[in-house]
């Protein structure tokens, strides 16, 4: 028997070791507060239970798939998520007009190393927003020699020795991985995919190569937003997969002449009306008081915007169904908000909150969902004071692993409502590890999701709007 | 230019968003408190930039694979471990003898429900200690009607009907998705794999087929440990796919008669001696005290035990390696031991605590890994007294998201040192919702793991030996 108790030990201690957190941590109960811990805890039982938020992005990934502001993906999402918030019993689902979005077209995307044959084939994607290669899809490219810089003090050093002028700059800084949360390594590595071009430009350079945002080693070049600011110059940009930016970096140390062929055929058509898609849960106590919880319905175009946001879309849809679901009758007026152009400049944010401030609406809260589907850790608040007033629902929330409550910015689309009145902007805290493996790349894909990490960001939205909700 | 910085805003918000937990928690910071922060920050940028743990994982994947107790892959792990401990500057590097481990081989496994044709496979694979069928590899199995239960009260009152005896029983009753932590759900369902054969066979079953302890709906069986206890009368036990469990299911309850064939040709062939592998690091104060990391080295058969518990193994061996390249002199004596067969009867962390007592060896800590590469969240200990003991280290930790300090026991391994003197015994928390989705089936590989969250709990490791040796 002592033989089989230390086995059973062993199969299963597991399960003892790692409860970790799950402890409750309410202070000396009151009726009151158990009743809200248990409705938290139906919360959490049914998104675990029933997944109908990983259902839901299943649906968008396969249904709609890609989303880009302007695109076809684009007004089929829109139509998407009117169909699913009207399966709720929201007590209106209306759209909200969102003028002057960019439609950018990606075309032919072709680049190599001249003279390596079949082995100098780049894996490149163009950045958003960027111009094409003279002629376009149709035209002979740029064919121009290659110089790598890692930032632009360096860019600045080669310009005055005059070997920018004529040239193809290849920006490969990596992200750097000491960083433990990776987005701070891409915020330090964003300025060469946003601004490399407009710099580059000005030293007379013909194209940029920009390496791929992220940590991991693989074939798949990323996207993303980039400006030619004020530049009277627009050159083109393309990113690069982090593997071929290696080997292209490698072999211009023995090849210093190293010629790049690129070939880019998007360009920018106009602009286009788009909509961010609203449903409203009207308060029975308090309904001018608004509090919203959203993501945004765009995506990138070349995988199906998995992560980036149809995650956060997803849970903030499944947040308020959880909630009604559960029976709680809300106090305030509760909004899912779907953000048209996240991506492309950020309108569907600031249309909804000129709409707020020209109808004086009051807004008490905003969370925001757009760092992708991993384990939620907790909240992030743009100050102290926020911070504390979420700190104080830490017992009810730190049982679900919600244990880092931080002032480091909320989101970027709920920001544009930022000085309205005492409205608390919260961004959701996901375990970041993995995101930037994916992010605006073909690898954000539904098959990058796990269902229960996703469920847990739904819940842990829910039972912060509950919270606050109840909070006097 | 409004509108650059509002892009701005927009495309990199999210790394300011999800720093999260990772700002400074130190107090009014010392010149020690500050070097020690250094010190730890340094750790961290090793694992996370050199990523020597996750090659450490490629390694012994690729080059020993499966490696179950007394087969030739735990004597191919054996050499490879001494081999890596060797490469790093130990003081010693030795074997410790593991007697009287079961030499258990799997054989034929096939299972399929009569009368379906092709449709009616059914993907099943041994319980680790099932005896075989009738005449084994060679014989022509068992076929019998089968009867579904959800656990063992429901078994002995089919028992009493009559119902139970000359059936086949299927245990399925699933792990439940409500609980937050997926160690909980396993713990909790893990009484049908564990004693399912030995309850059933008290009634006169023939043979168990039990629902795999996973969460995940898929083709993969999952094996496990599973115990005759004193039972006269042993029967076959397989693990069923989810998948397969569902379909069975489904499938009963139009046709209650429906019978399974199996076959299974497993058998037990004696025993054999195998080694937990150690390697020492003298301390320099006071090296008659002793600091343990580890995990099992051994695994199950059908993958490649890249979670369970490589991931535990490789943490523990690059922890050390981490110091060591710190230049941290310790003041303890340190070591990483490498069990031998945790899933097969804990003998190596019984045969290593024997041992210590028998020489009278004097351990003030011992840390585990052994729940699988997720993100660390924290450390998990046996009492409140050890907490807190942990828990003062969080100021230096907190910055790493290891925020996570509880009370629900340690590791399999290491419990077996429990009252030996003042002994801190604790389990790493690793973020637990993929664990189960590889746990003992053919998933378990390294196409599972993150190196990232992998080396972010080698780091964890490292750093918490690393303030508990500093700590008066």
Request: aromatic share 8%.
């Amino acid at each position: 028997m002592e033989r089989k108790n230390l086995i059973l030990a062993g199969a299963f201690v597991w399960a003892a070791a790692a409860t970790g957190w799950a402890q409750s941590t309410l202070p000396q109960d009151s009726a009151r507060q158990q009743q809200k811990a248990q409705l938290v805890r139906g919360l959490y039982t049914d998104a675990l239970t029933h997944q109908q938020g990983y259902r839901l992005l299943e649906s968008l990934c396969s249904e709609v798939g890609p989303r880009p502001v302007c695109s076809s993906g684009d007004a089929r999402a829109i139509a998407w998520a009117v169909r699913k918030l009207e399966e709720l019993p929201f007590d209106s689902v209306y759209l909200q007009e969102v003028p002057d979005n960019p439609r950018w077209v990606r075309g032919v995307e072709t680049a190599s190393a001249v003279g390596y044959g079949k082995k100098g084939a780049l894996n490149v994607t163009a950045l958003g927003g960027s111009v094409g290669t003279p002629g376009g899809n149709k035209g002979a490219g740029i064919r121009a020699e290659l110089v790598e810089v890692q930032n632009f003090q360096e860019l600045d050093v080669l310009a005055a020795a005059g070997k920018i002028a004529g040239r193809i700059v290849f920006f490969n800084r990596p992200l750097d991985p000491s960083y433990i949360n990776t987005g701070s390594a891409y915020g330090n590595a964003g300025d060469q995919r946003w601004a490399g071009a407009q710099e580059a430009g000005k030293h007379g350079a013909v194209a940029v190569l920009v390496r791929s945002l992220t940590l991991r080693t693989d074939d798949f070049p990323h996207t993303g937003a980039m400006s030619y600011g004020d530049a009277s110059v627009k050159i083109p940009a393309a990113g690069i997969s982090t593997q071929d930016a290696n080997w292209l970096s490698s072999e211009l140390k023995k090849n210093p002449g190293l010629r790049v062929q690129l070939t880019l055929g998007c360009e920018m058509l106009g602009t286009c009306t788009s909509y961010n898609v609203v449903g409203e849960w009207r308060g029975t106590g308090n309904p001018e008081q608004i509090a919203l919880v959203g993501g945004h319905l765009d995506s990138w175009d070349l995988g199906t915007g998995a992560q980036d946001d149809g995650a956060g879309c997803v849970q903030s849809i499944q947040a308020l169904g959880l909630l009604m679901r559960s029976g709680y009758r809300p106090n305030r007026t509760h909004r899912v908000v779907l953000y048209a152009n996240e991506e492309f400049g950020l309108n569907g944010g600031r249309a909804y909150a000129a709409s707020a401030l020209s109808r004086s609406e009051v807004h008490v809260l905003a969370i925001e969902s757009d760092g992708g589907s991993g384990t939620p850790r907790g909240f992030s608040t743009e100050n102290a004071a926020a911070r504390e007033r979420l700190e104080q629902f830490k017992p009810f929330l730190a049982p679900y692993g919600l244990l880092a409550y931080s002032v480091g910015g909320s989101g970027a689309d709920i920001s544009a409502l930022r000085g309205q009145g005492d409205v608390v902007l919260v961004g959701l805290s996901a375990d970041s590890q993995r995101y930037f493996d994916y992010h605006h790349s073909a690898q954000d894909r539904i098959e990058s999701i796990h269902p229960r990490e996703l469920e847990l960001g739904a819940a842990a939205l829910a039972a912060l709007l509950y919270l606050f909700d109840t909070n006097p």
